[in-house]
T-cell receptor, first 115, second 113 residues
Framework: NAGVTQTPKFRVLKTGQSMTLLCAQDMNHEYMYWYRQDPGMGLRLIHYSVGEGTTAKGEVPDGYNVSRLKKQNFLLGLESAAPSQTSVYFC??????????????FGPGTRLTVL | GENVEQHPSTLSVQEGDSAVIKCTYSDSASNYFPWYKQELGKRPQLIIDIRSNVGEKKDQRIAVTLNKTAKHFSLHITETQPEDSAVYFCAASSGGSNYKLTFGKGTLLTVNP
C-alpha cells in the first residue's frame, strides 16, 4: 500500500495564480484532512471531510476550497494565491467511524511558495 | 474550540538523559491525546497516544501521562539517543469529537551526542 500520497511535492506560484493540490489514500479511510504547517505554528486544520461528498471548514479555511468527489481523493484548491499561503501543506486520513478515535496518517507534504 | 498549549518550544539534552514535553488543553470533553514525531523534511508520524480512561501508557523508552483533572498530558523519553532529535507535536481531540485534532505548536528536541 502506498498509504497517503500528495501531488505535487513542490510548487512555486505567482500572486493571483490558482492551483490544486491532490491527496490520495489507498487505505479505504473515511476521514481526510488538509493542514498547513508554518514555522512555530504547528499544524493548523484548513478543511476536512468525514466522507465522500462531504466537506467542512477547519481552523484556517479562508482562501481555500476543497472537494471530495471520490472516497480516496481529497483536493485542496487555491483560487487566487497570496504570499500568506506560502507554507507546507499536509494531507492526512483516518479510518473514522464509530466512537473511538483512530490514528491520522499523513502524506509527505507539498511545499508551496507564493511570490 | 479546543486550545492546546505545548512547552517548551525547544529542548536540548545530552544523549542518555531524559526529556519531558508538556501540553495543556482547554476542553474537558477531549478524550484522545496523540503524540507525533516529525523528523526534518518528513511527515508527522504517530509515536504514542493515550485515551482519557487511562492515566499512563508506555512503549519502550517513551511514555505518556495524562491528568484529566488538571487537563494536562506529558511525553517522557528516557535514555535519549541522537535519532530522537525531531519536532514533537502533542494533540487533543477537539471537543470530544472522533474526527478532529487540535495540535500544539511543537517542541524541537535536540539530543547532543
Amino acid at each position: 500500500n502506498a498509504g497517503v500520497t500528495q501531488t505535487p511535492k513542490f510548487r512555486v506560484l505567482k500572486t493571483g495564480q490558482s492551483m490544486t493540490l491532490l491527496c490520495a489514500q489507498d487505505m479505504n479511510h473515511e476521514y481526510m484532512y488538509w493542514y498547513r504547517q508554518d514555522p512555530g505554528m504547528g499544524l493548523r486544520l484548513i478543511h476536512y471531510s468525514v466522507g465522500e461528498g462531504t466537506t467542512a471548514k477547519g481552523e484556517v479555511p479562508d482562501g481555500y476550497n476543497v472537494s471530495r468527489l471520490k472516497k480516496q481523493n481529497f483536493l485542496l484548491g487555491l483560487e487566487s494565491a497570496a504570499p500568506s499561503q506560502t507554507s507546507v501543506y499536509f494531507c492526512a486520513s483516518t479510518r473514522g467511524g464509530g466512537r473511538v478515535y483512530n490514528e491520522q496518517f499523513f502524506g509527505p507534504g507539498t511545499r508551496l511558495t507564493v511570490l | 474550540g479546543e486550545n492546546v498549549e505545548q512547552h517548551p518550544s525547544t529542548l536540548s539534552v545530552q544523549e542518555g538523559d531524559s526529556a519531558v514535553i508538556k501540553c495543556t488543553y482547554s476542553d474537558s470533553a477531549s478524550n484522545y491525546f496523540p503524540w507525533y514525531k516529525q523528523e526534518l523534511g518528513k511527515r508527522p508520524q504517530l509515536i504514542i497516544d493515550i485515551r482519557s480512561n487511562v492515566g499512563e501508557k508506555k512503549d519502550q523508552r517513551i511514555a505518556v501521562t495524562l491528568n484529566k483533572t488538571a487537563k494536562h498530558f506529558s511525553l517522557h523519553i528516557t535514555e535519549t539517543q541522537p535519532e530522537d532529535s525531531a519536532v514533537y507535536f502533542c494533540a487533543a481531540s477537539s471537543g470530544g469529537s472522533n474526527y478532529k485534532l487540535t495540535f500544539g505548536k511543537g517542541t524541537l528536541l535536540t539530543v547532543n551526542p
